[in-house]
């Protein structure tokens, strides 16, 4: 069962050989840090995504631990180097283990 | 010592009691400190930060005796994000460590603390080769303002740190 979170991403679809191509990312939750009060007083329990992580024709890249210290609606902007023909395959984790992905293909001109 | 507290992640989050209160008590303090984290920030924080939000200097010196072993250094890693944060809820970053990424010599990983936010610990990130350039651009909380360090460790073991001073208008924690 996958997160209900709708990740977006913006990377090129081409790259020349070796070229580094830029991939932003960015996806929609409260990233409740668990400090927080409702307006009845109570505190919202605490609920993040915990890791993000892009991996490129199955070889990581990058690996992102995120704390509760990240703002909502996480952001990244990181960079690749684009050497083969192959599907780039985004992945965010919360606590409770459910994971949510985003493939991006991109095509060696 | 140092290189089996530095080898821990700083992503796990395990609660640190930073011993001793102010009444002599035991209790953990309200600030949670990750371990690798708590002693990063003391690491640098003692050479860099003249206050720090542990329960008392003496801790933190004495975790800046046991990490250190000159093993961080000013240098190669840059933070890049503004010295006013208008919205401690939203505060842009930006994180550049300008060293190769080749096979045998790369920037395996980047750890982000925030030293007066109740969880100093933001993030960490690793890296590999593939990544091309060991950069990271985020947007992260700030509870108030205070000293945000950037700590990369590259593949060889050594460590580098840049760090920023932020003013916070309006704290992002727990608003």
């Known amino acids: 069962m996958a997160l209900k979170i709708t990740p977006r991403l913006k990377a090129p679809a081409t790259a020349k050989q070796g070229e580094i191509i830029e991939i932003k990312t960015i996806v929609n939750h409260p990233m409740e840090n668990g400090l927080r009060r409702d307006l009845e007083g109570r505190l919202v329990p605490r609920n993040i995504l915990r890791r993000f992580s892009c991996h490129y024709d199955g070889r990581k890249v990058l690996d992102v631990m995120l704390e509760p210290s990240i703002a909502a609606n996480p952001y990244f902007g990181f960079f690749l180097k684009a050497d083969r023909s192959g599907s780039i395959l985004l992945r965010w984790e919360d606590e409770s283990g459910q994971t949510e992905s985003l493939e991006h293909v991109i095509t060696i001109e | ?175």
């Open chain 2, 1 to 175: 010592m140092a290189a089996v507290l530095l080898g821990r992640k700083v992503g796990q989050f395990y609660p640190m009691n930073m011993s001793a209160n102010h009444d002599g008590s035991s209790q953990p303090t309200r600030r949670r400190l990750v371990m690798v984290g708590g002693t990063l920030v003391a690491g640098f924080a003692a050479a860099l930060i003249p206050r720090l939000s542990f329960a008392t200097p003496e801790e933190a010196r004495r975790l800046l005796e046991q990490l250190t072993a000159g093993r961080v250094k000013f240098g190669k890693i840059k933070l890049d994000m503004s010295s006013i944060a208008e919205n401690g809820a939203l505060v842009p970053i930006a994180i550049k460590v300008d060293h190769p990424m080749t096979e045998e010599d790369y920037v395996a990983a980047v750890y982000l603390i925030a030293e007066r936010n109740p969880f100093p610990s933001i993030l960490t990130a690793t890296f590999t080769p593939l990544s091309g350039r060991a950069e990271l651009q985020t947007r992260i909380r700030l509870a108030e303002s205070q000293k945000v360090a950037a700590v990369a460790r590259l593949a060889d073991g050594t460590f580098w740190v840049a760090e920023q001073s932020v003013e916070v208008t309006v704290g992002g924690c727990v608003n």
